[in-house]
């Protein structure tokens, strides 16, 4: 534990050796607002000693369970068509910025074609749906596989080469994807695929059924994605995304881990991509360009790398704040991209980063004299 | 540890099943259509315009907004329908099927009766079951692939000419122009390679040969791989399909490349700015194909003087028929005695037999297309287009 009371030197240099232990301590008595006392950029040195009350509101699991039921209850407070499609349209949003976060967030894999898969999910559910009369549910463990198929093809040959190698990759085979879908006449080529049904008649309105649909898939996703990231295949990723050959050495298949995240990714991707497909009832090859890919990535780096809740919001921003600057026409894109900046600067690390929430039982565990076997 | 998070899930579940199956919200059931405003018959008839103000074709926005708008204020300063103002709504397309489709939901919610808006193709296509499904007819101005029709959707009506109706324009222009190789080049988008396909095949039903058809990528600054490719074809006549902005780099690289037949473009790429991009010397007695408009019809001088006076620039594409789109929503408004509701407005506008607009007399087709729209052919002089004599 840190006294506050302990004089520290502004530049951080001058610190008295126990300082140097403390951050250690600091890190394993969970207090994460002492691991990182320098600040980084324009941002000043963290202020807070402990979670403060506010913190510890939305960190409860019952704050995250109050969003899920206020998602699902916003038909009811305002059923208007605009609120329920750009409400769509931005949980789809988040569905795509959790899955992206689990190669690039959790496992530090910079994919920059993401939006291929988004298509793959969209056109196999369209295809599916339009040209062979599929329901659209039959339609999902197929987008699943070609979901998976995609991820493999891409991922087999790459995810062996360093993390660079794959950004330049993906951001081709996101081209490839589109232009491929562009050109083919089982597609639509150009005009894309329309008329693609939604889930089916539940007496309510279409809207108010995709939206609790949505409301619902992406819930699972974001839990599973929040799980995923903590379990030991968690670890795993962030242990690979730190430092490659330090986990190779400590046993860790780097190669099968990092496939498990590309692969997971895709699952998300293809997923999403069914539900935009139902949500358009259209889809043509312009939706899944490379802006799309890049906004999806500034969601999850705005939100904050590998944090599941910054991520939900660095989305809900990316997606939500074209919808509202409307009224600026032209000037729409001038002032979401100064907007973005802005953030970028006043908080470099995302507006909700990643706290390390392991050490505290890492810590009980320390005094533990069998030593963990790895597999 | 999972304790509290179970016990979070479980009561979000039953919350939210309490919350779906207690659902007294009427609105949510289906049929209660967002479109009630049928019912006050006395309130101000609504317009919403969905039109790209942002993006890539932002330049036509004004334009089209500006034609309705000229439309409004007149049947208004008339008197309006049978005493009933009309109120025009706009909102931002930007050429992208998600804006697109998020302008047609906030359109609904504003309580539209009808839609006189659509540009772009692609993005008009996902807005079709968005007003379909609120019993909203739309009245198309410029969007025109025939994919708007395959569904055969009964509130869809199309009030610019089709591709069609301008393939076959271009074809018997190319033909009478005597050409023995035609490139046809287009930029992949619906709308674009719809005319493409379509003029190929008029040509080839005409004994014209087609040298050389290829899509390009639109939102590119070099076109050397397609001039390349006209070129060694030997092209005499080059027929562009796409937009102003790639149409006009088209022009300037072939023309630098020292192309020297006739180049032609479709009604997407007719404005001012593609002889800026081009250069004035490089677009010189470039043709296109354009549905006729107030300057190429007698006395439509009047008319273009009265858009000047009230915006104080000159018409542009797409004025006209947005003018004419509404002032159709009123005639059918008219027709229909008043009333607003969807099903009585289709009734209205199949029923429409003489009505006068810029391209004839309207009566729609089964297809829900205009019966005659001639497509005239343009030419360009000094920094604009005018009619080819």
Not at chain 1, 16 to 42: D, F
Not at chain 1, 179 to 205: E, K, S, V
Not at chain 1, 353 to 365: K, L, M, Q, V
């Amino acid at each position: 534990m840190t006294d506050p009371s302990l004089p520290r030197d502004p530049a951080g240099t001058q610190l008295p050796p126990e300082e140097s232990s403390a951050y250690v301590r600091a890190v394993e008595t969970k207090q994460p607002a002492n691991v990182a006392p320098a600040g980084t950029g324009l941002t000043p040195a963290a202020k807070g000693h402990g979670p403060t009350s506010a913190s510890r509101v939305v960190s409860s699991p019952w704050f995250a369970v109050a969003i899920v039921v206020l998602a699902i209850a916003l038909p009811f407070i305002d059923s208007g068509a605009y609120t329920l499609r750009i409400a769509t349209d931005a949980l789809i949003f988040v569905m795509l910025a959790v899955g992206l976060n689990v190669v690039v967030g959790y496992c530090g894999l910079l994919d920059l074609g993401y939006a291929a898969f988004f298509a793959i999910g969209a056109y196999t559910a369209g295809l599916l749906s339009t040209t062979f009369g599929w329901p659209i549910i039959a339609t999902i463990p197929a987008v699943v596989v070609m979901a998976v198929v995609g991820g493999l093809v891409i991922g087999a040959p790459t995810l062996r080469l360093r993390s660079d190698y794959l950004a330049i990759v993906t951001l081709g085979f996101g081209e490839i994807i589109r232009i491929t879908a562009n050109n083919l006449d089982i597609t639509g080529g150009p005009n894309g695929l329309f008329g693609i049904p939604d889930f089916g008649d539940f007496g309510y309105r279409s809207d108010v059924t995709i939206y609790w649909f949505t409301a619902v898939v992406v819930s699972l996703a974001v839990i599973a994605s929040s799980r995923l990231g903590r379990g030991r295949l968690g670890r795993a990723w962030r242990f690979v995304r730190e430092d490659e050959d330090a986990a190779e050495a400590m046993g860790i298949h780097t190669y099968k881990v990092k496939f498990a995240a590309y692969v997971t990714g895709a699952i998300f991707g293809g997923l999403a991509g069914v539900l935009f497909a139902v949500h358009q009832t259209a889809i043509s090859p312009p939706s899944f360009n490379f802006l799309w890919s890049a906004l999806i990535l500034m969601a999850v780096v705005l939100g904050g790398m590998g944090s599941t809740p910054g991520v939900v919001v660095g989305a809900l921003v990316i997606s939500l704040l074209p919808e509202l600057l409307r009224g600026a026409e032209n000037w729409r894109y001038l002032v979401f991209g100064v907007l973005l900046i802005v953030v970028m600067i006043f908080r470099p690390q995302g507006i909700w980063p990643h706290t390390p929430s392991e050490p505290a039982s890492a810590a009980r565990r320390e005094p533990d004299p069998q030593p963990e076997v790895t597999a | 540890m999972s304790t509290p998070h179970r016990r979070a899930a479980v009561g979000a579940a039953a919350l939210s099943l309490a919350l779906a199956l207690g659902a007294c919200g009427g609105g949510l059931k289906e049929g209660s259509s967002s479109n009630d405003s049928g019912e006050d018959a006395k309130g101000d008839i609504k317009l919403g315009m969905l039109t790209p103000l942002s993006g890539s074709s932002a330049a036509i926005g004004p334009y089209m907004k500006n034609g309705a708008q000229l439309a409004v204020d007149e049947i208004n300063a008339a008197g309006g329908v049978d005493g009933r103002k009309l109120a025009l709504t706009v909102e931002d397309e930007a050429c992208d099927p998600k804006t697109a489709a998020a302008g047609a939901a906030k359109l609904v919610t504003a309580g539209i009766n009808v839609s006189v808006g659509g540009y772009c193709s692609s993005a008009t296509l996902p807005t079709l079951s968005i007003f379909g499904k609120a019993d909203i007819p739309m009245l198309i101005p410029a969007a025109n692939s025939a994919d708007l029709l395959k569904s055969k959707l009964k509130n869809v009506f199309l009030v610019n000419g089709t591709g069609i109706q301008q393939s076959q324009a271009a074809s018997d222009f190319i033909k009478s122009k005597g050409s023995k190789a035609v490139a046809l080049l287009d930029d992949n988008t619906s709308y674009s390679k719809d005319i493409t396909t379509r003029t190929a095949d008029n040509l080839k039903n005409a004994g014209v040969a087609v040298a050389n058809k290829q899509s390009v990528t639109a939102g590119e600054s070099d076109y050397s791989g397609a001039v390349t490719a006209v070129m060694r074809a030997k092209a005499d006549f080059v027929y562009w399909t796409g937009y102003y902005q790639e149409g006009g780099l088209l022009i300037k690289q072939l023309r630098s490349a020292g192309y020297k037949g006739d180049i032609m473009v479709a009604d997407g790429a007719v404005d001012k700015k593609l002889v800026e991009i081009a250069g004035q010397a490089n677009a010189q007695g470039t043709y296109a194909t354009m549905t006729q408009t107030p300057a190429t019809i007698p006395g439509g001088d009047a008319w273009i003087a009265k858009y000047k006076k009230a915006f104080g620039s000159d018409p542009g594409p797409y004025s006209p028929q947005a003018y004419d789109a509404v002032r159709i929503a009123a005639e059918a408004v008219k027709e229909a005695k008043g009333s607003t509701k969807g099903e009585d407005l289709i009734t209205a506008l199949e029923g429409i037999d003489g009505f006068q607009i810029f391209s004839g007399k309207l009566k729609f087709t089964p297809e829900h297309t205009l019966s005659e729209g001639g497509f005239d052919i343009l030419v360009v002089k000094g920094d604009d287009f005018a009619l080819n004599s």
